[in-house]
């Protein structure tokens, strides 16, 4: 594959994208074009950062980093979350990423370099920004659907906690069902990115499906980790929602 191969390629896919988003007069139609035009420089800048800190754990944790702060400002701003939440958006993607990375390394089941811990933390970390934004869209939306049933259990003397407990976990369940039916049909349906780049960077097809089952119970674990914590921080909501609007 040459450069300009790729190019042609992503413009075409881009184009066609494009034409059906606009056609379809989807939300924000500019966002997927947009989003692919900043992939294209976000990894071409990353293919020239990694050369100079693939092999430094220092560098990597700091760039882990990076990801991390990245995420959470994407799911602030995508839930259109109060700025007091921010902190704890921050704090929920880094332990819902953080638990199982360090359990992965904890237990030797991926060789502890730096290479290796900026692949998979770079997965989980965006494993758990779609986890945390869909799950907070989820929740936004029951909770209007379902107004008139919270208020119901309100008045029947049940906690805010307990009124909202049904929508909190269809919305969480709903959360966690991409990356539950990524691991259900792995090899049936999709050949995950990490077994595939694993073989045609020289692995064996079975070191390359070890490394990608246990990316796929990392992926698992964090979900649930970050439904959690969504669950706990707005899973007892003080006002109930009259119009489309973010999480108090």
Do not use: C, N
Not at 15 to 25: Q, S, W
Not at 98 to 122: E, I, Q
């Amino acid at each position: 594959m040459t450069l300009a191969t790729t190019a042609i390629a992503v413009a075409v896919l881009t184009a066609v994208t494009a034409a059906v988003v606009f056609g379809l007069r989807l939300e924000k139609p500019w966002l997927q074009p947009w989003a692919i035009l900043r992939a294209v420089v976000q990894l071409g800048v990353l293919s020239l950062i990694l050369h100079g800190i693939i092999d430094d754990v220092r560098l990597v944790a700091a760039f882990l980093t990076v990801m991390v702060i990245a995420a959470a400002w994407t799911v602030q701003s995508r839930l259109r979350l109060l700025r007091r939440h921010a902190w704890f958006v921050l704090a929920s993607v880094a332990v819902a990423a953080a638990v199982p990375v360090t359990l992965v390394f904890a237990v030797g089941a991926v060789d502890a370099t730096p290479r290796y811990l900026l692949a998979v933390g770079g997965i989980i970390v965006g494993g758990v920004m779609g986890v945390l934004t869909l799950m907070g869209r989820l929740l936004a939306s029951g909770l209007l659907a379902a107004r008139d049933e919270v208020e119901g259990w309100l008045a029947l003397g049940a906690t805010p906690r307990q009124a909202a407990a049904h929508v909190t976990r269809t919305a969480a369940s709903s959360a966690i069902i991409p990356a539950t039916d990524q691991t259900r049909t792995t090899g049936l349906v999709t050949l995950p990115g990490a077994f595939v780049g694993a073989v045609f960077g020289g692995a064996s097809p079975l070191a390359a499906a070890q490394f990608q089952v246990v990316v796929l119970a990392a992926l698992l674990a964090a979900g649930a980790l970050a439904v959690a914590l969504m669950t706990w921080r707005f899973g007892a909501p003080r006002r109930l929602p009259v119009e489309p609007a973010p999480l108090a």
